[in-house]
C-alpha cells in the first residue's frame, strides 16, 4: 500500500525557517510530480509548490522567493524548505505525489499533512 509519512513541522517564530520532508513508501509504480499544499483553517486547501520527475518547479505567488522545494529521488523524498516565515504561512501542509503505474495508469497520493504554526 502506497503510503507518504511527512515531518518536519512544528512551531517557529516569525522569521525562522522550516524543513518539510515527505517520504514515500510501498509502490512499485513510478513517481512524477510532486508537491506541497497547505491548508489554513476555514479556507481551501493552495497548491504551493510542484516538482517534475526532471526537476522543473513551479510556486505559488505567496512563496515565490521564501519557500523552495527539492527532490530526492534515490529516497522518494519531497522536501519544502521554507524561509522568511509569517504569521500567515500557519497552517497544515500537505504532500501529494502523482504516480503512475503500467497497469492502473496514473494516481495521486496524499500525505496525512504536518502542522506548521508561525508565532509572533
Same mark, same amino acid.
Given at each position: 500500500?502506497?503510503?507518504?509519512?511527512?515531518?518536519?513541522?512544528?512551531?517557529?517564530?516569525?522569521?525562522?525557517?522550516?524543513?518539510?520532508?515527505?517520504?514515500?513508501?510501498?509502490?512499485?509504480?513510478? @513517481?512524477?510530480?510532486?508537491?506541497?499544499?497547505?491548508?489554513?483553517?476555514?479556507?481551501?486547501?493552495?497548491?504551493?509548490?510542484? @516538482?517534475?520527475?526532471?526537476?522543473?518547479?513551479?510556486?505559488?505567488?505567496?512563496?515565490?522567493?521564501?519557500?523552495? @522545494?527539492?527532490?530526492?529521488?534515490?529516497?522518494?523524498?519531497?522536501?519544502?524548505?521554507?524561509?522568511?516565515?509569517?504569521?500567515?504561512?500557519?497552517?497544515?501542509?500537505?504532500?501529494?505525489?502523482?504516480?503512475?503505474?503500467?497497469?492502473?495508469?496514473?494516481?495521486?497520493?496524499?500525505?496525512?499533512?504536518?502542522?506548521?504554526?508561525?508565532?509572533?
Amino acid at each position: 500500500q502506497v503510503q507518504l509519512v511527512e515531518s518536519g513541522g512544528g512551531l517557529v517564530q516569525a522569521g525562522g525557517s522550516l524543513r518539510l520532508s515527505c517520504v514515500a513508501s510501498g509502490y512499485s509504480a513510478s @513517481i512524477s510530480a510532486m508537491k506541497w499544499y497547505r491548508q489554513a483553517p476555514g479556507t481551501q486547501r493552495d497548491l504551493l509548490a510542484s @516538482i517534475t520527475s526532471g526537476g522543473v518547479t513551479n510556486y505559488a505567488d505567496s512563496v515565490k522567493g521564501r519557500f523552495t @522545494i527539492s527532490r530526492d529521488n534515490a529516497k522518494s523524498t519531497v522536501y519544502l524548505q521554507m524561509n522568511s516565515l509569517k504569521l500567515e504561512d500557519t497552517a497544515v501542509y500537505y504532500c501529494h505525489v502523482d504516480f503512475e503505474d503500467v497497469t492502473y495508469g496514473g494516481f495521486g497520493v496524499w500525505g496525512q499533512g504536518t502542522q506548521v504554526t508561525v508565532s509572533s
